[in-house]
Structure formats: structure tokens, C-alpha cells
């Protein structure tokens, strides 16, 4: 099966500690983003990479860093710099065209000890 | 500023009916147009995309586009119990990767 794959599913991360999210996909897309979503409020755009090796930071990059070392992969680091971590974090790909539909992932959602 | 607006609700409509969500943008250069259905504590689903003035249907559900109004909806006919939930409209300006969130309008139908 086709798809996005979020690991894990719960994550808990103590105070100064950088925690590392994982973004999957085999639809051979070419465009990856990562999404924060707060409760009642719209989807934010943290990083978003359109090929291998590059990214861009969206409208809330602090706090964040991204790589993207193969096609298939968009891991998301929240580094102890963001100090307000607690949300759902939403991984998305797309062909790569401008465009094109954004397809998400089931999601992860992250929680501070 | 870029900014897309939709009533939070909820939105009540009874089992049948035909539900009406409405999405407007700030961005004149918007070019797509996407409705995105969310049920709670899950991701969102991709329902339908437009990039033209006018309506496209898919099954049950209309998105109707209008950018001289800088206005884009969503009906759902027929509604079902299994309609409940957040529909997220989002845009996405020509010529770029970013898609523009609104807020979400919770809808709930009641049986």
C-alpha cells in the first residue's frame, strides 16, 4: 500500500530535550512538508522541501530543524529551543508541481513531561 | 497578510439536509482551492480541489468557486451522520509549495 507513515504515534519530550519525528513515504513524491496543528486553530507551516538535500522554513521555522537525505524521508527535530512544543505535528507530500494536492500523514502528537 | 476565514461553528444541520461551508481568502493571487475533512484526533482527508470560477461536483459533495468574490464553499447533500466533522479549506497561492490553512468549521449531523 501506498502512503505516509508518522512514527510514533505519541511522543513525550522532558524539558531540554530535542526529540526527533519520522516522516515515511513511498508515493515516489518528490515535495515533503511538515504542519503544526494547535487545538482549534488551522494547520501552520513549519519546513517544507522539494527535493532531496533542500528545504525551506515556513512561517514558524523556530524551534525546528529538518533533513532530507532520501526522497522517502522528512524527519523533524523540535529542538529544546522551542518552548512551546505541545501539538499535533502533521507530515504531508505532494508530486512536487506547485500545485499539486498535499496528501498527509496520520499524524503525530507531542506532549511535554 | 495572507489570511483565510471560516466560521468555527458548529454547524448543525439534520440527517439528509444539505450542509453549506463557506471560505474566504485574503490572497488575490490565490490560484487552488482545496476542502479537507477532519475528525477528531485525526489527520485530514483530502474531499475535492478546484481551481476554476464555478461549481465542481464529486458524488455528494459541490465546491463552488468564485474569485471575483474571493469566496470558495463546500455542499455536502444528502448528509450524514458520517459527515461530522472539521472541514478545513485552504489555499494555495499560483506558483507556490504553501497551502494557507483557515480555522475549520465543525460540522455535526444530527440523526
Known amino acids: 500500500d501506498g502512503g505516509i507513515t508518522q512514527s510514533p504515534k505519541y511522543l513525550f519530550r522532558k524539558e531540554g530535550q530535542n526529540v526527533t519525528l519520522s516522516c515515511e513515504q513511498n508515493?515516489?513524491?518528490?515535495?515533503m512538508y511538515w504542519y503544526r496543528q494547535d487545538p482549534g486553530q488551522g494547520l501552520r507551516l513549519i519546513y517544507y522541501s522539494q527535493i532531496v538535500n533542500d528545504f525551506q522554513k515556513g512561517d514558524i521555522a523556530e524551534g525546528y530543524s529538518v533533513s532530507r537525505e532520501k526522497k522517502e524521508s522528512f524527519p523533524l527535530t523540535v529542538t529544546s529551543a522551542q518552548k512551546n512544543p505541545t501539538a499535533f505535528y502533521l507530515c504531508?507530500?505532494?508530486?512536487?508541481?506547485?500545485?499539486?494536492?498535499?496528501?498527509f500523514g496520520p499524524g503525530t502528537r507531542l506532549l511535554v513531561l | 497578510q495572507k489570511e483565510v476565514e471560516q466560521n468555527s461553528g458548529p454547524l448543525s444541520v439534520p440527517e439528509g439536509a444539505i450542509a453549506s461551508l463557506n471560505c474566504t481568502y485574503s490572497d488575490r493571487g490565490s490560484q487552488s482551492f482545496f476542502w479537507y475533512r477532519q475528525y477528531s484526533g485525526k489527520s485530514p482527508e483530502l474531499i475535492m480541489f478546484i481551481y476554476s470560477n464555478g461549481d465542481k461536483e464529486d458524488g455528494r459533495f459541490t465546491a463552488q468557486l468564485n474569485k471575483a468574490s474571493q469566496y470558495v464553499s463546500l455542499l455536502i447533500r444528502d448528509s450524514q451522520p458520517s459527515d461530522s466533522a472539521t472541514y478545513l479549506c485552504a489555499v494555495q497561492r499560483a506558483g507556490s509549495y504553501q497551502l494557507t490553512f483557515g480555522k475549520g468549521t465543525k460540522l455535526s449531523v444530527i440523526p
Open positions: 508515493l515516489n513524491h518528490d515535495a
Open positions: 504531508a507530500s505532494s508530486i512536487g508541481d506547485r500545485e499539486e494536492t498535499q496528501y
